[in-house]
């Protein structure tokens, strides 16, 4: 490591805080811009979506990735430039569907560059080096399928379609980037939101997700908006149910007008005895069920088609003859050059596959016609495979 970077240690501390010296402010400091509800819905909102993210970001990486519970905190870009001197990766996500709003992820160097290597395949890692334009590239793309993946999750959440921008990477201080990032350029308090990384043994550092305050509470309202919509959603499927329960049979219904009909002595108001009759009229209108009836295809089914063919006969139909297949990394691809030499799965003298549109209809051997390569068809796959 250079003299400029800061070990583990020193970057756990940064990011975790200091308890003797912590210039964020503390919960009970800022009730005036989140409540308790508040900031516990943006660490549900935080778990879940980075839960998805790191999956996604163990399946680019082919590493187990771990990323633990959220702690959301406010600060503000002054504080942030205080307690943050080195540079660090910001990674700038925007919302372009469903939300309107960005948010800023906070990302070390050292952390980014391993990412980078881990995606071109390579198994020695040099965090020594400097960091370069595929690094920001490579990081981008990462953050670009973790945080598409947290806006499939947020969409489940929310019930609406929620999409974002391309992400975009820069290497910045905080005191740069109150220049060069709308959202640290400004002196209004910022939600902090700090995971912890494991990425199998190669990284165990933090992470921080940067929220302005106003895009914070959209969060927590479209969570609670949805959680009340699904709630009337349910009580609405339940409540036709629960008006047909207390339904009078007709018979004790009849039974009760016969004697409100000819029981002159009783005291029973007109009034209710017309209630009677109308629940009587509403009995008496029964859906009639049936067991449907459909038309037998047996005779049918057996039948074959005798026409011509001459009506899709000039259809166009695209051949295609495959020589084999190989299976290579980015980072070996970008090594090729003039006079490389790929060697495919094909066996010398193995017949090779023949599609039509893209499927596979025969096998056949490659031909020298004149000064053309040509293929013999050897053998026909069976009509019962192809025909789907």
């Not at 996500?93 to 881990?118: H, M, P, Q, R």
């Not at 699904?230 to 339940?238: G, K, N, Q």
């Not at 020298?368 to 013999?376: E, T, W």
Request: charged content about 25%; overall charge negative; proline content about 3%.
């Amino acid at each position: 490591m250079t003299t400029d970077m800061l070990s583990q240690e020193e970057i756990d501390v940064l990011l975790n805080g200091d308890s003797s010296n912590e210039s964020t402010i503390e919960f009970e400091d800022h009730e005036e811009f989140l409540s308790e509800m508040e900031m516990d819905a943006l660490g549900e909102i935080g778990n879940i979506s980075m839960g998805t993210a790191a999956t996604t970001l163990s399946t680019l990486l082919n590493k187990k990735v771990n990323i633990t519970t959220p702690r959301v905190t406010i600060t503000t870009a002054d504080e942030l430039a205080d307690d943050y001197k080195l540079p660090f990766v910001a990674i700038d996500v925007s919302y372009k569907a469903g939300l309107e709003g960005s948010n800023i992820l906070i990302l070390n160097t050292d952390d980014t560059k391993i990412i980078t290597d881990l995606m071109m395949g390579k198994e020695d890692f040099d965090t020594e080096r400097e960091l370069t334009d595929l690094d920001l590239s490579a990081v981008s793309e990462a953050m670009n399928q973790m945080m598409g993946s947290a806006s499939t999750s947020l969409s489940e959440m929310f019930m609406k379609k929620i999409d974002i921008e391309p992400p975009k990477s820069i290497e910045i201080t905080f005191s740069e980037g109150k220049h060069k990032i709308d959202l640290l350029n400004t002196s209004t308090p910022i939600i902090k939101i700090s995971f912890k990384m494991v990425i199998g043994d190669l990284i165990d550092s933090n992470i921080m997700q940067l929220v302005p305050l106003e895009f914070g509470k959209t969060l927590v309202d479209n969570l609670l908006g949805s959680s009340s919509i699904a709630e009337e959603t349910m009580v609405e499927e339940i409540q036709p149910i629960i008006e047909k329960e207390p339904e009078t049979p007709k018979e004790v219904i009849n039974e009760n007008n016969y004697s409100v009909s000819n029981n002159k002595e009783n005291n029973i108001d007109r009034t209710e005895n017309m209630n009677y009759n109308n629940i009587g009229k509403a009995s008496e209108e029964k859906v009639i069920v049936k067991k449907p009836e459909f038309q037998s295809f047996d005779i049918s089914s057996s039948s074959t088609h005798q026409g011509s063919i001459d009506l899709v006969g000039d259809i166009p139909v695209e051949i295609t003859v495959e020589l084999g297949r190989a299976h290579k990394r980015i980072s070996e691809i970008l090594e090729f050059g003039q006079g490389t030499v790929v060697e495919l799965d094909k066996l010398v003298g193995e017949p090779l596959n023949i599609y039509a549109n893209g499927k596979y209809i025969a096998k056949g051997e490659v031909v020298v016609i004149d000064d053309n390569f040509g293929v013999r068809v050897t053998e026909i796959e069976s009509s019962n495979k192809r025909i789907i």
